[in-house]
């Protein structure tokens, strides 16, 4: 079987898309982590499927490289908008995932913004293994934590320079404190409106970016008083921008691109 693909990254943060509308959807956890390879696949961060759903212009279902399904990636949500919003001619559009309802606009140049929904910032949301307060976790460096759809700790450090993400990612990632695992943030704060931020993403390592992620880490340092609601953040891939009130959605706002359509085979 021969599976059409678009593959685009955000700053860096690549992704695959699948659309498979008005088609079954031959996807399984085998196949997500075939086509994840980059020695023997076509590698990714996410992969995207695009489905059809009656409440809205499509629903999206996303894998990870291992063969893991996740609940929410924002730059692959704001790459399927960036392309149904061309097929479209709109300058909005709405997609289902398992965060709910996601309205997407074109913003300036090739932006795209995402409202991501709003932050799950009770321990049982996260979810944490047991009740506490998820703005200081009680793990060397005081964490805080949040869910943005998928896990999120973030740790506030003086130097991102110093910190060895590969090595401390693997073993937070799988904490005890987080019983369906973790992505990881450490962020250093340049400022009010700008973090540099590297992250250890759940199920797949060291990413250049993760819209996801930069969610979470604004979320958290803005509930810890470190941030003003629009924020700048530095990935190693580029830069987003999250704004996020205090309450309600958090939009996600950055650039999307493609970068080679083909076919995969698949035994």
Same mark, same amino acid.
């Given at each position: 079987?021969?599976?059409?693909?678009?593959?685009?990254?955000?700053?860096?943060?690549?992704?695959?898309?699948?659309?498979?509308?008005?088609?079954?959807?031959?996807?399984?956890?085998?196949?997500?982590?075939?086509?994840?390879?980059?020695?023997?696949?076509?590698?990714?961060?996410?992969?995207?499927?695009?489905?059809?759903?009656?409440?809205?212009?499509?629903?999206?279902?996303?894998?990870?490289?291992?063969?893991?399904?996740?609940?929410?990636?924002?730059?692959?949500?704001?790459?399927?908008?960036?392309?149904?919003?061309?097929?479209?001619?709109?300058?909005?559009?709405?997609?289902?995932?398992?965060?709910?309802?996601?309205?997407?606009?074109?913003?300036?140049?090739?932006?795209?913004? /995402? *409202?991501?929904?709003?932050?799950? #910032?009770?321990? &049982?949301? !996260?979810?944490?293994?047991?009740?506490?307060? @998820?703005? =200081?976790?009680?793990?060397?460096?005081?964490?805080?934590?949040?869910?943005?759809?998928?896990?999120?700790?973030?740790?506030?450090?003086?130097?991102?320079?110093?910190?060895?993400?590969?090595?401390?990612?693997?073993?937070?990632?799988?904490?005890?404190?987080?019983?369906?695992?973790?992505?990881?943030?450490?962020?250093?704060?340049?400022?009010?409106?700008?973090?540099?931020?590297?992250?250890?993403?759940?199920?797949?390592?060291?990413?250049?970016?993760?819209?996801?992620?930069?969610?979470?880490?604004? /979320? *958290?340092?803005?509930?810890?008083? #470190?941030?003003? &609601?629009? !924020?700048?953040?530095?990935?190693?891939?580029? @830069?987003? =921008?999250?704004?996020?009130?205090?309450?309600?959605?958090?939009?996600?706002?950055?650039?999307?691109?493609?970068?080679?359509?083909?076919?995969?085979?698949?035994?």
């Amino acid at each position: 079987m021969l599976l059409p693909f678009v593959k685009m990254h955000a700053h860096g943060d690549d992704f695959i898309i699948v659309d498979r509308r008005g088609l079954d959807d031959p996807i399984t956890a085998r196949i997500a982590c075939q086509l994840g390879n980059r020695h023997t696949g076509i590698g990714f961060n996410q992969l995207a499927v695009v489905l059809d759903c009656d409440d809205a212009a499509a629903r999206i279902k996303f894998w990870n490289p291992n063969g893991t399904p996740l609940a929410t990636c924002g730059s692959a949500t704001r790459g399927v908008a960036d392309r149904l919003m061309h097929e479209t001619g709109m300058d909005s559009i709405v997609l289902r995932t398992e965060r709910g309802l996601l309205t997407c606009v074109r913003a300036a140049g090739r932006q795209v913004a /995402v *409202n991501m929904g709003e932050p799950s #910032l009770d321990w &049982a949301a !996260v979810p944490l293994s047991k009740a506490m307060d @998820t703005q =200081t976790l009680p793990i060397e460096g005081h964490p805080a934590a949040c869910s943005m759809g998928n896990p999120h700790c973030t740790f506030f450090v003086q130097d991102i320079a110093a910190v060895d993400v590969e090595a401390l990612g693997p073993a937070l990632e799988v904490h005890p404190l987080f019983p369906a695992r973790t992505n990881v943030h450490f962020v250093q704060v340049l400022d009010r409106g700008h973090i540099r931020l590297r992250i250890w993403e759940r199920g797949g390592g060291v990413p250049l970016g993760s819209g996801s992620c930069c969610c979470g880490a604004v /979320v *958290n340092g803005i509930r810890r008083g #470190l941030l003003d &609601a629009t !924020v700048h953040v530095h990935c190693d891939g580029g @830069t987003v =921008t999250v704004h996020w009130a205090g309450e309600g959605g958090v939009v996600l706002t950055g650039s999307v691109e493609p970068v080679l359509q083909g076919s995969a085979y698949l035994p």
